[in-house]
C-alpha cells in the first residue's frame, strides 16, 4: 500500500498548514496512522499517531499545543493541522499506516509509509 502525503509548502514563521494523508484506492479507514519528519541531518522524528478503533489521537510533546491530528468523516483521510510553525518545523512530513486499527507503540511498528511532503518554515 502507497500512501500519500500532501499540503506542504513554504510558510512564515507563525504561519499554519494542513497535511493530508490518503491511501489511494484503499482508504484509511481501518488503520491506524503516524505521522513522523526528517529534517536534513537529522534523524526522522516522530510527530504523532491516532487509532482508527476511537479516535484517540497522540501527540509529540515537542509539537504538542501547536498539532493536532484528525480524520475527515468517513476516516480515509488524515489531517495533521500544523499551528503557529517555527523554523525549526522544517522538514519532509511523512504519514506512515499500520494493517491494525491501532498501534500501541505510535513510534515504530507501522506497515506502510508513503513519500513525504515539505515543509519550510522561514521569512
Known amino acids: 500500500v502507497q500512501l500519500q502525503a500532501s499540503g506542504g509548502g513554504l510558510v512564515q514563521p507563525g504561519g499554519s498548514l494542513r497535511l493530508s494523508c490518503v491511501a489511494p484506492?484503499?482508504?484509511?479507514?481501518?488503520?491506524?496512522v503516524g505521522w513522523f519528519r526528517q529534517a536534513p541531518g537529522k534523524a526522522r522524528e516522530y510527530i504523532s499517531c491516532?487509532?482508527?478503533?476511537?479516535?484517540?489521537?497522540f501527540v509529540a510533546d515537542s509539537v504538542k499545543g501547536r498539532f493536532t491530528v484528525s480524520r475527515d468523516n468517513a476516516g480515509n483521510t488524515v489531517y495533521l493541522q500544523m499551528d503557529n510553525l517555527k523554523p525549526e518545523d522544517t522538514a519532509v512530513y511523512y504519514c506512515?499506516?499500520?494493517?491494525?486499527?491501532?498501534?500501541?507503540?505510535?513510534?515504530?511498528?507501522?506497515?506502510?509509509w508513503g513519500e513525504g511532503t515539505q515543509v519550510t518554515v522561514s521569512s
Open positions: 491516532d487509532s482508527a478503533a476511537d479516535g484517540t489521537t
Open positions: 484506492g484503499r482508504g484509511l479507514g481501518p488503520h491506524a
Open positions: 506512515a499506516a499500520a494493517l491494525a486499527q491501532y498501534n500501541s507503540r505510535c513510534r515504530d511498528g507501522w506497515d506502510w
